[in-house]
Every structure is written in structure tokens, then in C-alpha cells.
């Protein structure tokens, strides 16, 4: 029974991977394996649906490992399902990887299954065949970046910041303007407004001056500097707002995909500083565990990221740029030297991450 309640921990982790940017190395035949468990944790259900006192077990050893408190022994149930879903929303996953899935999922009910399917199952069915429909007509893929409404919402926030800054002339004032703005949004939305914004500071302006220099056959160092000195102000603002609260700035970083934070961090070094300390604070609650093998959290509570999330988005940070890359594996090695400075696996999470980053 304790094999069993180990094997039943690793599901969290299961659907916390299939949601991850970690399935664009997934081929066929990892595919096949993780519906492989899949379809071994709808046998583990099946069999104990009917004895209350190993599925009450189960569903502890569950809740104990899991990073997200819905999931409960009825899950095993119907994680093929959600395993589906996940991936099917997984920009991430490989097309070859992507068709097997929808062969797989679009697949008749076996023999011995009920014939009216449950509503997971009729869900995820549904969005397969959606979804094998539209690979014929997909359009070709736009190049990565907020979508248009975003953007423009982040236009219009860059430009009234700019507009009230003219009106009231001091920093304060623009920073009160744009605390009450952001805060009468949603806080996901916000953080995606203040993300493309930053963005559109880097990416927009070159642009728009490059332009101007085509259009009057020079450029204006004045200009250009008051440009650049302009920007920076802006983007302190929106500092000044993200960082001002550890909460909030956890949750942005919870929240916006690794990639993305990985463009930020490169452009910005009060971002980078930032982020690593948070990641910092993340990984110092995980504890190597010898009888799996691997990094795990110490406590629920206060461990946000699992080893996995932690090492991609320590990787994503040095795939940005050959600075950043320079940067966070200095910090690393910092880290490492005061942890002892080991250089055996499972001795410090530092030391792993380094070998993880190719250092």
C-alpha cells in the first residue's frame, strides 16, 4: 500500500507538467506513458471506489503531495481526462505529440466502460474533435506577443501615464493615477496590462524612431535621449506599483508564462534582480528526498514552485540572453558557495540547478 500511495503522489505532479512549457520536448511515446498512469490511477480508483479506508487513505497521500487543494481521490477517476484538457490547452505541446493525443482521446469507449460517459470525459471528447477540425484550417501561427486588445490597452495606459505626468509634473501624482487605475482591474489582467506595457517600452519605441529617422533623413540626439529618459521614468512607475508589494509581485511572477518573464528580466535589471530573489526564496523550501530521488517541497504552504517549475524557469532565464545566462548562473554559484559549496547531486538545490543550467 505504500508503493500505491507513493505512485498516487506523483499525479499533482503529472498535471502540473502537462501544463507546463516542459511538454514541448514530449514525443509519442512520453505521450504514451503518461496516459499509461493515467489509465493505472482509473484502475486504482476503480478498485478502491468501494472501500472507504484505503480510498480515504489514498486521498491523503494525495492532498499531502499535491500543489493544488482540489484535487482528491475521486481525481484519479478522471485524470485522463484532465491530463486531456491540459494538454489540449497547451500551446506548448509538439504537433506529432498533439495528434497522438487526439487519436488517443477520440478513441470509442472500451469494452466494460459505462456507455453514458461522464461530463469530464464528454468535455474533453468534444474539445479533441474541436480541435482535430481545426488543424486543417489553422491559420499560420502570429509571432509571439499580447494579443491586440492587449496591446492597445497597454497603449492607452503608456499614453495617459505620459499625458498625466504633463498635467500633474511630479512622480507621486502619476503613481497615484496609475495605482487606482490598475486597481479597479482584475488583478490577472492587470498584471498581463503592466507586462505588455513593459514590453512595448522596449519593442515599440525602436520602432517608432527608426521611423522618424527614414522619415526626416536624421535624428535628434535631444529627442532621442528625452525619448529614452521618458520611457524610463514609465517603466519606473510600473515598478514602482509591481514591486511595492511582495504579494503582488509573487503573483505576477506565478501568474505570467516563464518566456515572458524571461524577455522582461533580460530588459530590465531591477526585474531580474527582483525575480531571482524570488526564486531565491522558492527554492530554499525545497528538501531532497532520498527515497524518491528528487527535490520536494518542505512545506505546502510556503513552497510555491515544485522542482520541476523552478528548473524551467532557471533555464528560460538563461536561454534570454548571454548576459542574463551570465547573471543568473552567477548567482547561483553565489548561492552555492554559501550552501557549502558542494558539487554532488541532491546535496544542495543550488548545485543541481547549475548542473541544470548547464554550468
Known amino acids: 500500500m505504500e508503493v500505491v500511495g507513493g505512485q498516487v503522489e506523483q499525479l499533482p505532479v503529472l498535471l502540473a507538467v502537462s501544463r507546463s512549457a516542459l511538454v514541448r520536448d514530449w514525443d509519442s511515446l512520453t505521450l504514451d506513458r503518461a496516459l499509461e498512469w493515467t489509465r493505472y490511477f482509473q484502475h486504482l480508483y476503480d478498485r478502491f471506489r468501494a472501500r472507504p479506508q484505503l480510498w480515504e487513505a489514498l486521498g491523503r497521500r494525495l492532498r499531502r503531495s499535491q500543489p493544488y487543494p482540489l484535487l482528491s481521490f475521486p481525481t484519479l477517476g478522471r485524470c485522463t481526462q484532465l491530463l486531456g484538457l491540459a494538454l489540449l490547452e497547451n500551446r506548448a505541446l509538439p504537433p506529432a505529440a498533439c495528434r497522438r ?196 517541497k518542505s512545506c505546502i504552504e510556503k513552497a510555491e514552485l515544485s522542482w520541476e517549475e523552478l528548473r524551467e524557469r532557471f533555464i528560460c532565464l538563461c536561454q534570454e540572453s548571454t548576459l542574463l545566462k551570465e547573471q543568473t548562473q552567477a548567482a547561483l554559484q553565489l548561492l552555492r558557495t554559501q550552501d557549502g559549496d558542494f558539487k554532488v547531486c541532491g546535496l544542495s538545490v543550488w548545485t543541481d540547478l547549475l548542473m541544470e543550467v548547464g554550468y
Open 101 to 296: 493525443l487526439l487519436r488517443n482521446l477520440l478513441q470509442p469507449p472500451s469494452a466494460g466502460t459505462s456507455p453514458d460517459p461522464g461530463f469530464p470525459e464528454v468535455v474533453v471528447r468534444r474539445k479533441a474533435a474541436a480541435c482535430l477540425l481545426a488543424l486543417s484550417r489553422r491559420p499560420p501561427r502570429r509571432p509571439p506577443g499580447p494579443e491586440p486588445q492587449l496591446q492597445a490597452e497597454a497603449q492607452l495606459l503608456l499614453s495617459r501615464l505620459q499625458e498625466e505626468g504633463q498635467e500633474v509634473g511630479e512622480a507621486a501624482g502619476q503613481l497615484h493615477w496609475l495605482c487606482s487605475v490598475l486597481e479597479q482591474l482584475p488583478q490577472p489582467r492587470a498584471f498581463e496590462v503592466v507586462a505588455a506595457a513593459l514590453a512595448l517600452l522596449k519593442q515599440g519605441r525602436g520602432t517608432e524612431q527608426a521611423g522618424d529617422r527614414d522619415r526626416d533623413g536624421s535624428s535628434s540626439l535631444d529627442g532621442y535621449q528625452a525619448s529614452a529618459a521618458g520611457d524610463e521614468c514609465t517603466a519606473g512607475l510600473l515598478f514602482s506599483w509591481l514591486l511595492g508589494n511582495q504579494e503582488r509581485f509573487s503573483a505576477f511572477c506565478l501568474y505570467l508564462p516563464y518566456s515572458h518573464l524571461a524577455f522582461l528580466a533580460g530588459h530590465y535589471s531591477q526585474l531580474s534582480r527582483s525575480y531571482l530573489d524570488l526564486l531565491t526564496g522558492w527554492g530554499s523550501h525545497l528538501i531532497y528526498d532520498p527515497l524518491q530521488g528528487r527535490w520536494v
